[in-house]
């Protein structure tokens, strides 16, 4: 079945090529088609385009169905084209004409819109909540660790005192920063785009800010264009987001992956949570942290994916955009996935004291020299001079104490301004 047939049929090879994976696809999709045609059909009704009989009847089948969706005995038929399709059909072998009547007022354009609004709303969502485990497991570590001392790099170089508790706070005020993208992503989504039909409206008196009430969006998309405008537009935008928080995962999984590494010696895991080799018996491999490198990096792609596949497109719908649900649902499980993974892992990562003992880290104190010094009165550059003299001629000594006090600094962790800005953004 398809809704847009008239009477010669599609030939069968062609169909197998444009319908590609939406049947699969469309699945994800079918809790959130039939909460846009509950909401739809109260709207018809309201302007008399059903009776209340009609809505009556198609209420009870249609939540028949959602509650198919919900207990996942919900399928999409052989030969039915999308969701759309199958809940249509449905209510026709159901009600008869009545079934036919529920399209009244809408295209499958903005319907697979409202679809994709809701589906990404609920996502974001259910993305939020594991950044918010990350972020709990990572300023819990970073408050625990925050006096242990560990070297930090600049260009792969020893470069200056850090601590884990830095380096991992570090990370936990990256991801308000991913939050925040994510949470102005779910603003724009939040917008309804039901009657916009095919993209020019349509001559039915429809009431859409009932729907976007009914929805439970923030506002209306006003304008029919604009719309439509917004596919594969929404998803870019969301493939942004999704893009950042594969470059705070990545950039996590790398410095773990180093720091495990029996060079540094930084970190260790319990051999439950590594891998070991066919023919080295020795070897304690960090593979679930150099699968959340890749995945992270193939999100990193995703916007480029979608921009190329939306760029060159003129106004109006394309059967390109299919292709776009092929690319970021995925990457939403995934991005899901690698949250959940990485906060599962670092609650047992355990790492090794007295770091800076070590003779190759001497130098690391050589900013707390010089800043001594001109504590003491000298001239900066003169400062830096004379330290650097004296590593030369091999008269360097440690200095005794650590005196970082300013926020977020060694001392000063302010994990709690941090803890403090994360519910702010939280709660936008």
């Known amino acids: 079945m398809k809704l847009w047939q008239k009477e010669n049929p599609l030939n069968k090879t062609i169909e197998t090529f444009t319908i590609g994976k939406d049947r699969e696809l469309d699945l994800l999709l079918a809790k959130y088609d039939i909460i846009g045609s509950l909401a739809h059909i109260k709207m018809l009704e309201s302007i008399d385009l059903l009776t209340k009989e009609e809505l ?5 089948e249609l939540n028949k169905l959602l509650k198919k969706t919900k207990d996942g005995t919900f399928e999409i038929e052989e030969g039915i084209e999308d969701v759309h ?3 249509e059909l449905e209510l ?5 004409d009545i ?10 354009n903005d319907q697979v819109l409202v679809d994709l609004r809701l589906f990404f709303r609920a ?4 993305i939020g909540e594991e950044i918010k485990a990350l972020f709990e497991v990572l300023i819990e570590k970073s408050e625990e660790l925050k006096d242990v001392l560990m070297p930090g790099y600049t260009h792969l170089q020893v470069a200056m005192v850090s601590s884990f508790g830095l380096w991992l706070g570090g990370y936990a005020e990256t991801l308000v920063d991913d939050l925040r993208l994510l949470k102005s992503v779910y603003k724009i989504t939040n917008q309804n785009p039901l009657g916009s039909a095919a993209g020019y409206g349509n001559s039915f008196p429809l009431n859409r800010k009932m729907t976007t009430d009914l929805l439970g969006f923030d506002d209306l998309n006003y304008n029919v264009i604009h719309a439509q405008l917004g596919r594969g537009k929404t998803e870019l935008f969301l493939s942004f987001a999704l893009a950042s928080i594969g470059n705070t995962l990545s950039k996590l999984a790398m410095d773990v992956c180093l720091f495990c590494n029996q060079n540094y010696d930084f970190i260790k895991f319990p051999d439950e949570l590594t891998t070991g080799s066919s023919i080295m018996p020795h070897k304690k ?3 679930v942290f150099e699968l959340i490198r890749a995945k992270s990096n193939k999100l990193q792609a995703l916007p480029t994916e979608i921009s190329m596949i939306t760029s060159s497109l003129p106004s109006g719908y394309h059967r390109d955009f299919q292709l776009i649900k092929e690319a970021i649902f995925p990457a939403i499980s995934e991005v899901k ?10 609650q047992f990562m355990k790492v090794r004291e007295g770091i800076l003992k070590e003779e190759k880290y001497k130098y690391i104190y050589s900013v707390e020299a010089v800043n001594q010094k001109v ?3 000298m001239p900066f550059r003169d400062a830096y001079q004379a330290v650097g003299q004296d590593i030369a001629n091999g008269e360097f000594e440690i200095p005794e104490a650590l005196n970082h006090t300013h926020e977020g600094s060694l001392g000063n962790l302010c994990n709690e301004e941090i803890r403090e800005k994360w519910e702010k953004v939280w709660k936008l």
């Open 99 to 108: 079934g036919k009547k529920i399209h009244s007022g809408r295209s499958r």
């Open 85 to 87: 399709s199958q809940v």
């Open 285 to 287: 491999n960090p593979d």
């Open 337 to 346: 996935n690698c949250l959940k993974i990485t906060a599962y892992a670092l």
């Open 92 to 96: 026709t072998r159901n009600l008869g």
């Open 56 to 60: 009556s009847k198609l209420e009870i």
């Open 375 to 377: 504590l003491d009165g």
């Open 123 to 126: 996502e974001i969502l259910s």
